[in-house]
């Protein structure tokens, strides 16, 4: 089993940033592909950013590139999501979310948090 909770979210206007934090216990860390989803009310749950278990790789979504990164502190056993420029459209809840693969991490992901709310206020 894996432990995620995620902390950081909050109100921010608009252009502001937010530096999300998502610190996962009860496995080996660096097992584990780690990233993030988000979910706006009335909408599907998307994909937002991932890195590999090494932390070598990382991608993040269309709609987020450019403004987000992603990382992680294997001394922690946290991982991070830095959102800037951030856009009315960026508010939801975000997910933190972990599997021992990259590849189904993005589709399928084994362990999820409880989530943050960020609100992003115009």
């Known amino acids: 089993q894996v432990q995620l909770v995620e902390s950081g979210g909050g109100l921010v206007q608009a252009g502001g940033s937010l530096r999300l934090s998502c610190a996962a216990s009860?496995?080996?860390?660096?097992?584990?592909?780690m990233g993030w989803f988000r979910q706006a009310p009335g909408k599907e749950r998307e994909f937002v950013a991932a890195v590999t278990g090494s932390g070598t790789f990382s991608s993040c979504a269309n709609s987020v590139r450019g403004r987000c990164t992603i990382s992680r502190d294997s001394a922690k056993n946290t991982v991070y999501l830095q959102m800037n420029s951030l856009k009315p459209d960026d508010t939801a809840m975000y997910y933190c979310?972990?599997?021992?693969?990259?590849?189904?991490?993005?589709?399928?992901?084994?362990?999820w948090g409880q989530g943050t709310q960020v609100t992003v206020s115009s």
């Open positions: 979310a972990a599997h021992n693969t990259y590849a189904q991490l993005r589709s399928a992901p084994a362990y």
């Open positions: 009860g496995r080996t860390f660096g097992n584990y592909a």
